[in-house]
């Protein structure tokens, strides 16, 4: 039996691919491109961002790691978008025979489903929403996170093998932190007022 989150992925995949399909190849493939890089800065960088600057686990708690990342991912998105916009797609039109117009821009709008749909999943899966048992049946958030969030992996890790630079920490290594400590901590300290240890406060299990 299919996950639910499969049929969610695939459903916004096979939605995308018919978008692109009436769209041309070279347009839909900025827009892929930019979906992927939004991706891969978002999950990347924005753990890293929340740790350093305490005021995002003061002001969104759980939400932090969740909301850092996809702000990170959606300011980048609209800022490449705009920039391709005005500078590329809107400014050179590059021909490709018809069949591959079609068939090539519906296979990429695929993917740019794929890759939406499972980074919204993702999200979900390290927010407080994953709690909620509708909603961790609907994103898997109970199953193993490489199996839930395997887009996100495929996804970063593709850009960060292209990458002329890559991010000295590995996608393994970041999606492991960011599963581990995207709930908030409290100390405790004994009667002596000791610190004593971090404690979560959302209950682990099922991750």
């Not at 979906?35 to 740790?51: R, S």
Request: proline share 4%.
């Amino acid at each position: 039996m299919i996950e639910m989150y499969k049929w969610i992925i695939l459903i916004a995949a096979v939605g995308f691919a018919l978008l692109g399909y009436k769209k041309t190849l070279y347009p839909v493939w900025a827009f892929v491109f930019n979906i992927i890089v939004a991706v891969y800065l978002g999950v990347m960088t924005g753990p890293q961002m929340v740790d350093k600057f305490g005021i995002f686990r003061m002001c969104m708690g759980n939400f932090a790691y969740a909301a850092c990342i996809f702000a990170i991912a959606a300011i980048y998105f609209i800022i490449a978008q705009l920039l391709t916009f005005r500078f590329f797609t809107a400014v050179y039109c590059v021909s490709f025979p018809a069949m591959l117009n079609k068939i090539g821009a519906a296979v990429l709008g695929f993917f740019a489903g794929a890759a939406i749909a499972g980074f919204v999943l993702f999200l979900i899966n390290i927010s407080p929403l994953a709690n909620a048992s509708a909603v961790s049946f609907l994103s898997g958030a109970k199953l193993p996170p490489q199996k839930a969030n395997a887009v996100v992996y495929k996804t970063c890790n593709f850009v960060h093998d292209i990458s002329l630079q890559p991010c000295p920490t590995s996608v393994s290594s970041q999606m492991e932190k960011i599963f581990a400590d995207w709930r908030q901590t409290e100390t405790k300290t004994d009667s002596n007022g000791v610190l004593d240890h971090h404690i979560p406060v959302v209950d682990t299990e099922g991750l």
